[in-house]
Each structure stands twice: as structure tokens, then as C-alpha cells.
């Protein structure tokens, strides 16, 4: 960790702006709370290189930069992998990223390991890998879900987005 916190967050959001060459970004651990995550979210709206977003324990994001994040991914067409794991992220966050897997083709891995997401975030979730085609991977370990049939149309919805995946290759 960096302590790169929301000023570098910032910084680097309006770098990814205009970069035309960086894949991956690794943010994890550096004090960014939701104003660092809408500053690279706005970036994310024009960035169109930037594959892998790594934000995990970031303990001051919280729903806000989960919203912010899922807003920018309706119209980036470039994300694969967003790490959102161990952050103040709960129900309410997980339901804006859930509206985004319904119309987002890129994102293929989403953790929201040791969150907050209970199970009515991942009812919101569940329902979005319905249609999703693209997410094989949705890391919910260590949050506070119960709901079994919620857990199990998610791993069901995984596997065949797996598949799919698989048959293309």
C-alpha cells in the first residue's frame, strides 16, 4: 500500500482521461474512499484501455463509489475485472452494480469478498446474472447472505456464463 488515497486517486482519474496504453490499475490498500472511486469512475466513462481496476480494501469506499463505479461501466465497454473487496460496500451498493451487470458485456470478474452485501443485494444480484452474459466470476465470500436460492441462481448463472465463455475460445 501507497496511502495514494483520494488526491492520487484523482490525479491519476484525469491521466486515465486521455491514457491510451494502461491495462491495469492496483489501488488496493491506499486510503481511497467514494471520492477517489467517482474520480476514476469518471475516467472510466472515456477510458477505453484500462481493463483491470483494483480497489480492494479501501475500508472508506462505500455505496457511493460503488454507485458512482457501476454508472461509468454502463458506457465503458473495456473493464474485465473490477476488485471492489473489503470496502464499506453494502445491499445498496450491490443493487447499483447489479442493474449495470444487466446491460454491461465486458465485465467478466466482480469481488465484493468481506462487504457488507446481505441478501437483498444479492437477490438484486442474482436477478441481474438472469440475463448477464459476461460476468464468470462474483467473489460474495465472508458478506452476510443467507439466502441459499439467491446464492444458487448466482453460481448456477456463473457456471453458464463459464460455458458460454468457454465455447467462444
Given at each position: 500500500?501507497?496511502?495514494?488515497?483520494?488526491?492520487?486517486?484523482?490525479s491519476l482519474?484525469?491521466?486515465?482521461?486521455?491514457?491510451?496504453?494502461?491495462?491495469?490499475?492496483?489501488?488496493?490498500?491506499?486510503?481511497?474512499?467514494?471520492?477517489?472511486?467517482?474520480?476514476?469512475?469518471?475516467?472510466?466513462?472515456?477510458?477505453?484501455?484500462?481493463?483491470?481496476?483494483?480497489?480492494?480494501?479501501?475500508?472508506?469506499?462505500?455505496?457511493?463509489?460503488?454507485?458512482?463505479?457501476?454508472?461509468?461501466?454502463?458506457?465503458?465497454?473495456?473493464?474485465?475485472?473490477?476488485?471492489?473487496?473489503?470496502?464499506?460496500?453494502?445491499?445498496?451498493?450491490?443493487?447499483?452494480?447489479?442493474?449495470?451487470?444487466?446491460?454491461?458485456?465486458?465485465?467478466?470478474?466482480?469481488?465484493?469478498?468481506?462487504?457488507?452485501?446481505?441478501?437483498?443485494?444479492?437477490?438484486?444480484?442474482?436477478?441481474?446474472?438472469?440475463?448477464?452474459?459476461?460476468?464468470?466470476?462474483?467473489?460474495?465470500?465472508?458478506?452476510n447472505?443467507?439466502?441459499?436460492?439467491?446464492r444458487?441462481?448466482?453460481?448456477?448463472?456463473?457456471?453458464?456464463?463459464?460455458?458460454?465463455?468457454?465455447?467462444?475460445?
Amino acid at each position: 500500500t501507497n496511502d495514494i488515497s483520494d488526491q492520487g486517486a484523482r490525479s491519476l482519474g484525469e491521466a486515465l482521461k486521455i491514457n491510451q496504453a494502461l491495462a491495469s490499475l492496483n489501488f488496493h490498500g491506499n486510503n481511497i474512499s467514494d471520492e477517489g472511486a467517482n474520480a476514476l469512475a469518471e475516467a472510466l466513462k472515456t477510458n477505453q484501455t484500462l481493463t483491470a481496476l483494483e480497489l480492494g480494501l479501501n475500508y472508506r469506499m462505500s455505496d457511493q463509489g460503488a454507485k458512482s463505479l457501476a454508472a461509468a461501466m454502463k458506457v465503458n465497454q473495456a473493464l474485465k475485472s473490477l476488485n471492489l473487496g473489503y470496502n464499506n460496500i453494502s445491499d445498496k451498493g450491490a443493487k447499483s452494480l447489479a442493474a449495470v451487470l444487466q446491460i454491461n458485456q465486458t465485465l467478466a470478474y466482480l469481488s465484493l469478498y468481506k462487504c457488507c452485501v446481505a441478501d437483498e443485494g444479492a437477490r438484486a444480484l442474482a436477478e441481474a446474472m438472469k440475463v448477464n452474459q459476461t460476468l464468470t466470476s462474483l467473489i460474495l465470500y465472508d458478506n452476510n447472505i443467507s439466502d441459499d436460492l439467491a446464492r444458487g441462481a448466482i453460481d448456477a448463472a456463473l457456471e453458464r456464463n463459464l460455458g458460454q465463455s468457454r465455447q467462444a475460445d
